[in-house]
């Protein structure tokens, strides 16, 4: 194929490079010569990213169209939807709080998990590791960010729920609970909040921890008030980042959460997320144009802009550690 | 002044010292929290897909025949098929396939299948197996007199080719595993050639002063982040209904949009992150010798990023692979024990089979998951090494 390119074409052999007259001529001709299979390719590329587009379109267009039918249903307003502390279809009764309340849940115990540890392991492969334990230690973070979801929640509910009900007796402890499937998100996430905090760690330049250690701080001291500082915005970005994804994350918490919604704060009772709701009502036959089949468009809205303000929050956090360093 | 004095006078020193130690320590704790994780998770899941059993059988095999089953030839097993069988059974499975034509496995497994049928009535874990066989054996001659204790390793070849059914004991995952097959081919056939389109767009092509480009580049930032669970209310309203009548509704070809849809973000990213490393000297090499731009992406970037591309693709279909809750949504059935056979063929995946055999509340279909659920670690560990070793051999040619 290289070859092709280094083959002198025809109209450049027939023209001697001493001709200055005509070789000028064929490089306006070049010029204005419309290369329609260049444009055409372009086109098509541009249509490629254009698809990305379409498709959030699509999302905001349709998640919108059918909560907007959801929120015409006489039963339903949307102050009553955002207040109301009941979730039952069958009477007519549409808050969303007692969804929400169970996504906050189980967020928070993951997050109690994710962050601490994430940020800990982070600074112990960015600061300390010996390059041998990092190539052994950061393979196995990955490989349990690649483990689908679905075994996670396999994982909580036959392994974490009868472990924490052999700790705290069965009588606290629900078969499905907000807290079991916490813990086993927290884990999940872990190698997510790991892998980006590291990598604001390491954006953090040399110098300021050989002035750090110049002033005779020792290695804690240095990557706590010198390194973990500098790395701040990044390491936030990392943890909103993780948020979100515990916000959205559905087949831990529609195996091991509970089916149901349930206004409690007891994190050992059984209670349903908002992606947990969706997925129970669709994966039952629900007929289309239902207030149901209607509110798992809300709910999904609901989600869909919690996430994307999340993530743009976490991204214009980690535009900025990059800027200052790089 | 060694560093034993200045120790000896300072306490301040030791304290901050002696903090310093512990920190590592946590720091190092965390870290091994994740390997400890890791560990627990798949002995776990070992631990539950083998392991005794206790097995009734309606026929006794002893009845069948004096030597055990499996020491059985062809003929005389299909001997004792003629004779047990009703009549209209066999001449059933004789207009399927004739007896004569089977294999001895084929027939052995009839004979289980048809006349023997073992019920498991209680399934217990390895852990158990191995160390409580004394309180298995007591509870067997307890609550289940005339039963019989085996081991059983619900991972099997039957397990792996069998069609799906209702009871755990012959179910297979085969049809969920064509169903997952199916539906990758079509993600890939869509998002692959896409995907990569975007990604030589937004590289080669786009100035990034241009406001529609930094549109499009945040946007599938911002897309990578949206959770599954979104894009599968997206493939159900559009694909599954408004776009029902070329689809017809929760199909192959829904799903694999869907899951297309869902990659491609992802895909994006990666193959950029491979054109992006693509030296500009070749693109300028090429330039100086009169390429045009299509020719020196065609002839040069594109080769050189391949193997990047190519792994990013990897890792992106294995993420399709088992993703679950976008599926649920476009309608995977756990009741099919049909191959899907064409586009518009109704279709389960793996994930989804072990979503609902987890769900169930039976100890054998929590067998039959983690079963399954080892099938599909080893399906993404070997997609994951595929990718890895693309990428060390390519790397080292170019």
Redesign the interface.
């Given at each position: 194929?290289?070859q092709?390119?280094?083959r002198p074409t025809q109209q450049t052999q027939a023209i001697s490079p001493f001709d200055v007259h005509a070789s000028s001529a064929l490089i306006a001709n070049l010029r204005k010569r419309p290369?329609w299979?260049?444009r055409f390719?372009?086109g098509?590329?541009?249509?490629?990213?254009?698809?990305?587009?379409l498709?959030?379109l699509?999302?905001v267009f349709?998640?919108g169209k059918?909560s907007l039918l959801f929120f015409q249903t006489p039963e339903v307003n949307l102050i009553e939807f955002l207040t109301g502390t009941k979730w039952q279809p069958t009477i007519g009764e549409f808050g969303v709080l007692p969804l929400v309340n169970a996504t906050l849940m189980t967020t928070l115990v993951a997050m109690l998990v994710a962050l601490?540890?994430g940020l800990?392991?982070a600074?112990?492969?960015s600061?300390?590791?010996s390059p041998k334990a990092r190539g052994f230690?950061k393979p196995?973070?990955e490989?349990?960010a690649?483990?689908?979801?679905?075994?996670?929640?396999?994982?909580a509910?036959?392994?974490m729920t009868p472990l924490l009900r052999t700790i705290l007796g069965s009588e606290t402890v629900q078969i499905y609970n907000t807290f079991s499937a916490g813990l086993v998100m927290g884990?999940m996430i872990?190698?997510l909040v790991?892998s980006m905090s590291e990598d604001a760690l390491n954006a953090v330049p040399r110098a300021l921890r050989e002035a750090a250690y110049g002033m005779g701080a020792?290695?804690?001291?240095t990557?706590?008030q010198v390194v973990v500082p500098a790395a701040l915005s990044g390491i936030i970005a990392a943890f909103i980042?993780a948020i979100?994804?515990a916000?959205?994350?559905?087949?831990i918490v529609?195996?091991a959460a509970g089916s149901g919604p349930n206004f409690t704060f007891n994190p050992f009772k059984a209670a349903e997320t908002m992606?947990g709701y969706?997925?129970r009502i669709?994966?039952g036959d629900v007929g289309?144009d239902t207030p149901d089949y209607n509110s798992?468009?809300a709910i999904?809205l609901l989600?869909?802009t919690i996430?994307?303000a999340?993530?743009?929050l976490?991204?214009k956090l980690s535009a900025r550690f990059r800027e200052v360093y790089e | 002044m060694t560093d034993n004095d200045l120790m000896q006078r300072s306490p301040h020193l030791i304290r901050r010292h002696r903090n310093g130690k512990i920190g590592r320590a946590i720091f190092f704790l965390s870290t091994t929290i994740g390997l400890v994780a890791l560990i627990v998770l798949i002995l776990s899941i070992i631990n539950q897909s083998m392991g005794l059993v206790i097995v009734r059988y309606t026929v006794e095999p002893a009845t069948l025949s004096d030597k055990p089953l499996e020491d059985l030839e062809s003929t005389e097993l299909s001997a004792i098929l003629t004779q047990r069988l009703k009549p209209s059974r066999l001449r059933t499975i004789e207009r399927d396939t004739p007896l004569a034509t089977l294999s001895r496995t084929q027939l052995y497994n009839l004979v289980m299948e048809e006349i023997v049928v073992p019920k498991v009535q209680k399934s217990f874990h390895l852990d158990e197996s191995l160390f409580q066989r004394a309180k298995i054996e007591q509870i067997a001659s307890e609550e289940y007199p005339g039963a019989h204790i085996t081991f059983r390793s619900w991972i099997n070849w039957n397990f792996i080719v069998g069609s799906l059914s209702k009871s755990p004991e012959i179910a297979g995952i085969r049809t969920a595993l064509m169903g997952s097959l199916w539906i990758i081919l079509i993600t890939i056939v869509v998002a692959f050639p896409i995907g990569v389109g975007a990604a030589i767009y937004l590289e080669e092509y786009a100035s990034s002063s241009s406001r529609i480009n930094r549109i499009i580049q945040t946007n599938i930032d911002n897309l990578a982040g949206v959770p599954s669970i979104v894009y599968g209310i997206l493939g159900l309203a559009i694909f599954v209904r408004s776009l029902g009548d070329l689809t017809q509704g929760r199909t192959v070809i829904s799903a694999g949009l869907t899951m297309a849809l869902l990659i491609l973000p992802i895909l994006i990213i990666n193959a950029q992150e491979a054109i992006r490393a693509v030296p500009n000297s070749l693109r300028q090499a090429s330039y100086g010798l009169g390429a045009t731009q299509w020719q020196t992406i065609w002839h040069h970037v594109l080769p050189y990023a391949l193997p990047g591309i190519l792994t990013g693709t990897i890792l992106s279909i294995s993420r399709a692979f088992g993703e679950t809750a976008p599926l649920i949504l476009v309608g995977a059935s756990s009741f099919i024990n049909k191959d899907p056979s064409s586009l518009f063929s109704r279709f389960t995946v793996l994930p989804i089979q072990i979503y609902n055999w987890t769900s169930r509340p039976q100890d054998t279909f929590r067998n039959i998951a983690a079963a399954a659920i080892i099938i599909l670690i080893l399906t993404l560990l070997t997609l994951n090494a595929v990718a890895i070793l693309l990428r060390n051999r390519f790397s080292k040619r170019v």
């Open positions: 194929m290289e092709e390119m280094f290369r299979g260049e390719i372009q098509f590329l541009f249509f490629c990213g254009a698809v990305s587009i498709t959030t699509g999302i349709e998640l059918e601490p540890l800990a392991a600074i112990y492969l600061e300390y590791a230690l196995i973070l490989i349990l690649g483990i689908p979801t679905v075994v996670y929640g396999y994982f509910l036959t392994f884990i872990l190698p790991c020792t290695k804690l001291e990557a706590l980042l979100s994804r916000v959205g994350e559905t087949m529609a195996l992606t969706i997925a669709s994966g289309y798992i468009f999904g989600l869909f996430t994307l999340l993530n743009i976490s991204r | -």
